[in-house]
């Protein structure tokens, strides 16, 4: 095999979309190449400061991004391109959670540079949709909201699975129906469609999430239901956005008792 390890971290290198994309799809191939897989012991993991982006999109704090209207072209345009945006920064967060966490079963890894090879495909159908509002991926400003909870959660496994795949991915099961609801209204079949692929893509990704964390806490002797509700508290104080959509959350992994609490903390706000 190659160095798997060595892949991931040119990716989360790369300062350009087309490398980032080309290196992840290096890294999943190698992985499911048929040599075994074997992780070094002495792997070197380089902080999460060092993770590159590209120059643009210029990132800006939520606050300052126009809201986007769907029943404008340039709303549309910009919808688009904040989808792109998360799809580009979720390759980059399952490539780091693939890199930065040792010592876990090969099927972690393969499961994350799934995830990886999925964002690819969701980014590169968006930036083709995008190309058909003459607008390529970097043009419109965007935010760095999702990376930042990699960062905090650098050194801590059972933080990061709580936070990304079933907070921030699970907030895209929640709100993707609204969104395709509105474009099936409007007959945008083509933004419709592209939305479909990453809304049944993103259930499993979420399940991801929560099988690891099943098996971490397995291996630390602790309860899921406990930790994860104790990492939104901590990380996020509590403040958490609902409506939830239960079922594709119950397809996910999610109990009844924590869709219940998370309903709960929605109610607190």
Not at 18 to 29: I, S
Not at 129 to 154: F, N
Request: glycine share 4%; net charge negative.
């Amino acid at each position: 095999m190659p160095d798997l390890f060595l892949i991931i971290q040119k990716a989360l290198h790369a300062s350009s979309v087309e490398d980032t994309v080309e290196l992840t799809r290096q890294a999943f191939d190698a992985i499911h190449s048929s040599t075994p897989f074997v992780e070094p012991l002495d792997r070197v993991i380089e902080t999460i400061d060092l993770v590159v982006f590209p120059e643009k999109p210029l990132c800006v704090h939520p606050k300052e991004l126009p809201r986007r209207r769907l029943g404008s072209e340039a709303g549309k345009r910009a919808f688009i391109h904040a989808i792109a945006h998360i799809e580009f920064n979720a390759i980059k967060l399952a490539l780091d959670i693939a890199y930065r966490f040792k010592g876990m079963p090969e099927q972690f890894y393969k499961d994350w540079l799934y995830v990886a090879n999925d964002e690819c495909k969701h980014f590169k159908l968006l930036c083709n949709h995008l190309a058909t509002y003459d607008c390529k991926y970097g043009d419109i400003p965007s935010h760095d909201g999702l990376w930042s909870m990699a960062v905090k959660t650098e050194h801590d496994l059972v933080a990061r699975l709580s936070l990304v795949p079933r907070y921030l991915e699970a907030r895209g099961l929640d709100v993707t129906p609204a969104m395709l609801d509105k474009l099936y209204a409007q007959k945008d079949m083509a933004s419709a469609a592209v939305l479909e692929v990453i809304l049944e893509d993103e259930v499993t990704h979420v399940e991801y999430g929560t099988k690891w964390l099943d098996f971490v806490c397995d291996q630390q002797g602790i309860q899921r239901h406990e930790v994860f509700f104790e990492n939104i508290e901590h990380y996020l104080k509590g403040q958490i956005l609902g409506p939830f959509n239960r079922p594709l959350r119950l397809r996910a992994g999610f109990t009844e008792n924590e869709l219940n609490q998370l309903e709960q903390l929605d109610k607190r706000r």
